[in-house]
């Protein structure tokens, strides 16, 4: 008895594995969300441009 081989099927079926796995790999790519004080980040930004203008004026 011959074997018939469902190839339309097989492809079917392999694309739709490897669209699965690429999905989860990019969810696993995604950085993870931490708690951010936004109190010291705006801190940051207002003493960094003072801090360059005194570095440009230097030279």
Do not use: C, G, H, Y
Not at 4 to 9: D, E, F, I, S
Not at 36 to 48: G, I, M
């Amino acid at each position: 008895m011959a074997v018939t081989r469902l190839k339309r099927k097989d492809r079917k079926n392999k694309a739709r594995q490897n669209n699965k796995v690429r999905v989860i790999k990019q969810l696993l790519m995604t950085p993870v969300i931490k708690n951010v004080d936004v109190e010291e980040l705006k801190a940051r930004f207002t003493s960094a441009p003072a801090a360059s203008a005194e570095v440009a004026t230097a030279e």
